[in-house]
């Protein structure tokens, strides 16, 4: 693999898939990532690396749902990680340093009180990632990068 | 804690819970319980097998039930969860209770049986 590092995506996709999110669309919510829960229990991934992808799906899904009209949310495993992106045309998020804080968040009273809007979703994300990129366009959209490695000796 | 397994069925019965839905479902072990109305809270912190109280009723709660791998919710202070909310958790084979006692009450009652966190 040495010497090799900088062509790492492109080694071989051992499984891939693709779920719709609709923005709006609250009761659903969440329904792709429990899929996405029951693939990687299928094909055997090690249990906390589930426990913490599943985790930051939730929210990415939820964000999508809550801020963005649409998204997609695709799944890409390789031999040596698992890259989560979900991609959404929406607002954009114009401070991209100021919503990673804890606590902060523009959801709506109604949103709240139905237990969403804490302001903890991509701080989350973040912290149950091995690696996690976050890159937006103003009045385009959001796109998240969430990779889990498959090879630590301690996962 | 006393180590005992104890039952969903058995808290219902116990702690007069009633039963909104799911009741082929409740011969299931309690593993713990967590208690939290903030939906990002109960996706990083319940764990799989846990009982998980509330007072949302709103659809959203079965997804994240599913998700968590949880054993059941149930809702606190005499709240009624939505229509929705039942048809759902009918469909995910997730069990609904209802309770009229406050989320302390009830969570002090499990933890008095041996439930922990
Ligand atoms: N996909 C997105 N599109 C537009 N804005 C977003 C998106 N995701 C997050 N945001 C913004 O970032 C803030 C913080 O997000 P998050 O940490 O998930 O907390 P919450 O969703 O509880 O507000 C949101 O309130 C919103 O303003
Ligand atoms: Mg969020």
């Not at chain 1, 949310?73 to 804890?102: C, F, H, N, S």
């Not at chain 1, 809007?117 to 091995?130: E, R, S, T």
Request: include cysteine; glycine fraction near 10%; charge should be negative.
């Amino acid at each position: 693999m040495k010497g090799q590092i900088d062509k790492i995506t492109d080694s071989e996709v051992l499984f891939e898939q693709e779920f719709k999110i609709n923005g709006g669309d609250f009761i659903n919510a969440g329904e792709s990532s429990s899929k996405l829960k029951n693939i990687l229990k299928e094909i055997g991934i090690n249990t906390d690396i589930i426990r913490r992808l599943a985790i930051a799906a939730y929210e990415a899904e939820v964000n999508v749902v809550t801020y963005a009209r649409h998204g997609i949310m695709r799944i890409l495993i390789y031999p040596e990680k698992i890259l989560l992106t979900i991609e959404d045309e929406g607002p954009g998020i114009g401070d991209i340093d100021q919503a990673m804080q804890p606590g902060y968040s523009t959801a709506t009273e109604e949103i709240r009180e139905m237990g969403f809007g804490a302001g903890m979703g991509l701080p989350n994300m973040k912290k149950n990632a091995d690696i996690f990129n976050i890159s937006s366009i103003v009045d385009k959209g959001t796109k998240l990068e969430i990779t889990m490695n498959l090879n630590d000796k301690n996962a | 804690m006393t180590g005992k397994k104890i039952k969903l069925s058995k808290v219902i019965e116990q702690f007069n819970l009633k039963i909104e839905c799911g009741e082929q479902f409740l011969d299931k072990e309690i593993k713990g319980g967590y208690v939290s109305d903030l939906l990002s809270d109960v996706i990083a912190n319940c764990k799989e097998g846990y009982i998980w109280i509330t007072l949302q009723g709103h659809p959203n709660i079965v997804a994240v039930a599913v998700l968590k791998e949880a054993c059941g919710i149930v809702i606190i202070n005499n709240r009624q969860p939505e229509e929705e909310t039942i048809k759902k958790a009918k469909k995910e084979k997730v069990p609904i209770m209802t309770s009229s006692l406050t989320a302390f009450e009830l969570v002090g009652k499990l933890y008095e049986l041996g439930i922990s966190g």
